[in-house]
Structure formats: C-alpha cells, structure tokens
C-alpha cells in the first residue's frame, strides 16, 4: 500500500519534502510554502501519508507538524533491497 500512495507524484514530492526536513519536521504552512501546494490539496496528500504509515503529525500550540515516518521508510527500503535481483538469471 505505502508504494502504492507513493505513485502520486504530487504524493511522492510532498514525501520527498518531509524526508528532507529531518527528524524535526515542519508545520504545514512552511511546507505549503516550499512546494506551493494548495494548503487544501497539501492536507488532503498528507492525510493520505498518514493512513499509510509514511508520516506523522502532531499538533505543537496552533501549529501542526509534519514529519515522515523514518522508520516506515527504512522498512520500505530494506524490503526492497531484500527483493533486489532475486529473481536474476
């Protein structure tokens, strides 16, 4: 399922994002800011992110933080490279 929401590309920017502000995230509005989205298309793409197990949020005062899920990311990854060429001649 995580591969699959990843195939949006609106999806796989907004990741790609997250993973590049590190374990400390950011709130929606900066990250709005940086890949100008639509703050109700950016929502909707990070709720999305969520279901899936690829982000967090987490409300700090009136601000809600985004972060990726690294550890949803490493499990991702690691399975990938386990299915790597093994099916090569």
Same mark, same amino acid.
């Given at each position: 399922?995580q591969?699959? +929401? *990843?195939g949006n590309? $609106?999806?796989l @920017?907004?990741?790609r %994002? #997250?993973?590049? *502000?590190? %374990?400390?995230g950011?709130?929606?509005?900066? $990250? %709005?800011? @940086?890949l100008? $989205?639509p703050?109700?298309?950016?929502?909707n793409? +990070?709720q @999305? *992110?969520?279901?899936a197990? *690829?982000?967090?949020? /987490?409300r700090k005062?009136? /601000?809600l $933080?985004?972060?990726?899920?690294?550890e949803?990311? %490493?499990e991702?990854?690691?399975y #990938?490279? @386990? /299915?790597?060429?093994i099916?090569?001649?």
């Amino acid at each position: 399922m995580q591969l699959k +929401i *990843l195939g949006n590309p $609106i999806r796989l @920017k907004v990741f790609r %994002q #997250l993973v590049r *502000l590190g %374990q400390d995230g950011a709130p929606v509005g900066v $990250i %709005q800011a @940086k890949l100008d $989205i639509p703050l109700s298309t950016l929502s909707n793409h +990070i709720q @999305k *992110l969520v279901v899936a197990g *690829l982000a967090k949020q /987490e409300r700090k005062g009136v /601000e809600l $933080i985004c972060t990726a899920n690294f550890e949803a990311m %490493q499990e991702m990854v690691d399975y #990938l490279n @386990k /299915e790597c060429c093994i099916d090569a001649c």
